[in-house]
């Protein structure tokens, strides 16, 4: 029997799974893939890797959020590569550019620079109201770890309960200043009816401290946490799917796996799934889990996907930017991206470039990232990946040309270049990862109704529990603090 028996062999999960053994508890993690990673995994088509959906993270630089829960995971050791320091995003509106740069200070500092140098005027209110909202992000991340430790967890829920969007209009006032500062937010989503400041602030924080890609892909973090999960003695199993799970006198006494032809008993149940995907395995007759809060979750919205390119170029021909371009039509259009934009023109992109690995100053691959609607792929919705059909293929290479065309307008090098390109849709990350409607950010957290969106990772069976980006944080860092609010509010820290 296990101590701890985990559904998902996605980041959460690995996390979670690698603190518990790494104290010496007995683990396992069960993936329904033939792989591990979630969004973190990586694809070879011709001897080329790729990344899926991770890109880039901040705060790792030393005594920052994401490097103190990565030390504890031991993955400092990866081959991290820091981004520009004065320019880590280039944020494009129409011709206009600006440069993203690390510290609060400079960071407010050089947003005003290139706002006045792309001909706008900026009152001494609105760059004063750059200042307040920089320091704002540095107080936020300062008190990250407090809901860790209960203690102002309830000014942090005040923070998911406002709105980012009228924090914004408070604080900046100028509209066009408030789609620069916005500009990177494509690692979110921009709803201004329901985005909390919480969510806003808490990972553009983490950015502005410091930001990072890997070199190699994002696939290396989850095959460490799974090597050192097996290194304590613990199991991480693939191809195994998790069909039930069996409640019996209100407790979980196992998992059943692969349609009931084998079950897994343990004492501790964590499932790193999307929420309502948890509750479907739990059989309602007889259930502690109420039908009301069934529906609650079944009903609750989730953000929208990503339509990616993955591009393999000519080699040495591509300049390497050590930094992430966000492309957007319009200062108001960066606000809109939640809504479905009949007019693919009018979406916003953002282009990531892989580390060189062979030292030049050259890249290899550019992967372009699209806002994609789950209304765009119900046609599809019953099908299986490879099995589509014609229409789906065409589809998607419409898509990859129109995005491909914008980003050559800023990166002229692509024309001719690209030797072949890859695709995938929200339906995709559905199918390989699990998340529900393909949703890049998970369930659509609301400031109007926090308590209602932001869940707690604790049901009302004792010994089931629940974590991921479904819960309240997503991204690597949001998701990095859900595994650690379990293991630190589940009672298992002393186990």
């Known amino acids: 029997m296990y101590d701890f028996v985990i559904t998902g062999a996605g980041l959460a999960g690995l996390e979670f799974g690698y603190l518990m053994a790494k104290k010496g508890n007995r683990v ?28 880039y993270v901040g705060g790792l630089d030393e005594g920052q959020p994401l490097n103190t829960l990565f030390k504890e995971l031991d993955l400092l050791d990866l081959p991290w590569k820091r981004l520009d320091n004065d320019a ?136 460490k946490l799974a090597e050192g999960i097996r290194s304590f003695g613990g199991d991480v199993i693939t ?45 309602k007759e007889g259930s502690r889990i109420k039908n009301i809060f069934r529906k609650r979750i079944g009903n609750l919205g989730n953000t929208y996907g990503m339509f990616t390119v993955n591009m393999r170029l000519k080699d040495g021909v591509v300049p390497y930017k050590n930094r992430n371009i966000y492309i957007h039509n319009s200062f108001d259009s960066i606000w809109q991206q939640s809504e479905y934009q009949p007019d693919i023109s009018s979406r916003s992109l953002m282009i990531s470039y892989q580390v060189p690995t062979d030292g030049s100053m050259f890249t290899r691959n550019i992967d372009i990232l699209m806002p994609m609607y ?34 050559t307008e800023y990166i002229p090098e692509l024309k001719g270049n690209i030797k072949e390109f890859h695709t995938s849709t929200p339906l995709t990350y559905r199918d390989y990862t699990g998340a529900v409607e393909g949703s890049a950010y998970g369930i659509r957290k609301d ?34 603090m859900t595994a650690f609010m379990l293991y630190r509010h589940g009672k298992f820290k002393d186990i």
């Open 374 to 407: 789950w209304d765009e792929l119900t046609r599809w919705e019953g099908t299986k990946v490879g099995r589509r059909g014609g229409e789906y293929e065409d589809m998607k290479r419409r898509l990859a040309e129109k995005c491909i065309e914008k980003a």
């Open 447 to 480: 400031c109007n109704n926090s308590l209602m969106t932001v869940l707690a990772p604790n049901t009302t069976i004792p010994n089931l529990y629940m974590t991921g980006q479904n819960l309240n944080l997503h991204g690597v860092l949001g998701v990095t």
């Open 28 to 55: 396992c993690v069960l993936e329904k893939d033939s792989r591990i990673g979630g969004c973190l995994q990586t694809f070879r088509r011709n001897g080329m890797l790729y990344d899926t959906g991770f890109h």
């Open 239 to 283: 191809n195994v799917e998790v069909t039930k799970f069996i409640e019996n006198e209100g407790v979980i006494k196992g998992v059943e796996i692969n349609g009931g032809k084998e079950a897994i008993e343990g004492k501790i149940f964590i499932s790193s799934i999307h929420p309502k995907l948890t509750l479907d395995l739990v059989p």
């Open 88 to 223: 880590f995003d280039e944020v494009i509106v129409g011709d206009e550019h600006y440069f993203f740069a690390n510290g609060f200070d400079n960071f407010a500092e050089r947003i005003i620079t290139d706002y006045k140098s792309n001909g706008h005027e900026i009152s001494k209110e609105s760059a004063e109201g750059v200042f307040k909202y920089a320091r704002f992000l540095k107080d936020v991340g300062d008190n990250i770890f407090n809901v860790l430790d209960n203690a102002a967890h309830s000014n942090t829920m005040d923070l998911f309960a406002r709105s980012a969007y009228q924090f914004l209009k408070e604080t900046i006032k100028d509209d066009k200043l408030i789609g620069v500062v916005s500009g990177t937010s494509m690692k979110l989503e921009l709803r201004p009816e329901t985005l909390p400041l919480y969510t806003f602030a808490q990972i553009n924080s983490s950015f502005i401290r410091s930001a990072w890609r890997l070199e190699g892909g994002g696939m290396q973090i989850a095959d």
